[in-house]
């Protein structure tokens, strides 16, 4: 059991590059989110979704696009990277779509934008 | 909107000691609150929860937390620290959004431990 596997764990890019991070459950979990993380700003969330073939845009979605065309996957995509964009990323996941969900989280994707 | 408020940007304390981390929400029903925990390098690990009842709750590595509705509070708080405690800790709050539900984050407070 994997729980949740973000894959790559560092990446470059250079400004106005594209790119996807890519976030993989394998217990089966309904709800899945990408937040990213800043110094002195906490958590904030990006995208979430509640079940394949929904999505809904969280705190921060401009610049991200994501899709959810199956239970396990939910691939974050920068389509033209921007210095701000510079951040951890991490995936989460629950087995509940409510508020009482406890979230599982991945390890975390560094990106640099040059 | 729903927020939650950690006034604390890092605490210092001595091991052995005392620690209460404070975390103020604001939502306009009865919260689902949440205290994660991340290690350095590590993604975040749930320590404890409040979703209805007894308003103390206990977590992990001898932790507990206490709802308090007419403060808007949950503090976090621990009767003696150890040096493994010296982490990131963040509050967090069940909030509705147009989708369904979400979970909304505070800054965080970093915990250093002395000996």
């Known amino acids: 059991n994997a729980g949740v596997t973000q894959t790559p764990k560092f990446q470059v890019l250079k400004t106005g590059q594209s790119m996807t991070l890519q976030c993989a459950q394998d217990m089966n979990h309904e709800y899945m989110s990408w937040y990213r993380q800043d110094p002195g700003m906490g958590l904030r969330l990006i995208h979430y979704s509640v079940g394949a073939g929904i999505t809904d845009q969280g705190e921060v979605p401009n610049g991200y696009n994501v899709s959810r065309s199956t239970t396990e996957d939910f691939p974050l995509r920068l389509l033209s990277a921007a210095p701000s964009q510079t951040s951890v990323y991490f995936c989460a996941s629950s087995d509940d779509s409510s508020g009482a969900n406890v979230l599982t989280f991945g390890a975390g994707s560094r990106l640099t934008v040059l | 909107a729903q927020s939650v408020t950690q006034p604390d940007i890092h605490i210092t304390v001595s091991e052995g000691a005392s620690l209460e981390l404070r975390c103020n929400y604001s939502?306009?029903?009865?919260?689902?609150l949440f205290w994660y925990v991340q290690s350095p390098g590590q993604g975040l690990q749930l320590l404890l929860k409040y979703f209805s009842g007894d308003t103390l709750v206990q977590g992990i590595k001898g932790f507990e937390a206490e709802f308090k509705r007419s403060q808007s509070s949950f503090n976090l708080r621990k009767p003696s620290v150890h040096w493994s405690d010296a982490a990131e800790y963040f509050c967090a709050v069940g909030a509705t959004g147009t989708g369904g539900f979400k979970t909304i984050f505070g800054a965080g407070t970093r915990l250093f431990v002395k000996a």
């Open positions: 939502y306009g029903a009865t919260p689902y």
